[in-house]
């Protein structure tokens, strides 16, 4: 999954040619393909609020290619879609930098996963938003933390620790001496089979307050259309 809340997904550019898979998360740590069917919805629940949040998964075969469609949202809106080939982002959208007047599509500068010698390696993003009156460019460097394990419905769950780290930086079109930056920190549980089922995101917010999230997967259901 890409940045949570951000964020997480245009052409691959190979930055490194010391390069491993697209697959930076291996896939028996994401959901099976082969039980996707017609879609399913994630249900993520923050531990504190109470607020709930949904990410639902798509699968669309077109010239015997399979296509992975992921959208972001919660109650009232869309925050964000992608669609991605082989572990590779294909098409990020953004829904909430435009203030709600229809989706920004995102420029891919940057989708490459370098050998770094760790585990799976790093994982280097870089997106860029430009409505009429904003730039927005978010840089993110996932890595693996460490092997762990986390109990999900009652059983225990191999599971891949990986802290993502982001840097926002927002500018004005309109007045090139704005500018603001934002740093996020996630904690990110992949569990074998099953996926992302725990993240944890910590950052300052523009009025300079600090801003915590413990988000857990309660529940996986079927798409309903």
């Not at 990020?92 to 370098?114: Q, R």
């Not at 307050?209 to 309903?224: A, H, R, T």
Request: glycine fraction near 6%; aromatic fraction near 14%.
């Amino acid at each position: 999954m890409k940045f949570p809340i951000l964020l997480f997904v245009a052409l691959f550019l190979n930055k490194c040619s010391d390069k491993k898979s697209n697959y930076f998360i291996p896939e028996e740590f994401q959901y099976p393909e082969n039980k996707i069917e017609k879609g399913k919805t994630f249900i993520y629940q923050n531990a504190l609020r109470k607020k709930i949040t949904f990410r639902s998964i798509k699968l669309l075969n077109i010239n015997e290619r399979k296509y992975f469609i992921s959208k972001e949202f919660d109650s009232t809106s869309t925050t964000d879609s992608a669609i991605f080939f082989k572990g590779k982002i294909l098409e990020d959208y953004n829904f909430v930098l435009n203030g709600g007047h229809g989706a920004t599509k995102a420029s891919i500068a940057e989708d490459t996963v370098i050998n770094n010698g760790s585990k799976l390696g790093k994982h280097v993003t870089e997106y860029i938003f430009n409505t009429p009156t904003t730039s927005m460019i978010v840089n993110v460097e996932d890595i693996f933390v460490k092997d762990t394990s986390c109990i999900w419905q009652g059983k225990t769950l191999d599971c891949l620790e990986i802290q993502s780290l982001a840097k926002v930086q927002f500018n004005s079109l309109t007045d090139t001496l704005s500018k603001y930056f934002l740093n996020a920190s996630n904690l990110m549980y992949y569990a074998k089979g099953v996926g992302l089922i725990k993240y944890i995101i910590q950052f300052r917010n523009h009025n300079g307050i600090d801003e915590y999230g413990d988000w857990e997967l309660k529940e996986i259901k079927n798409v309903e259309n």
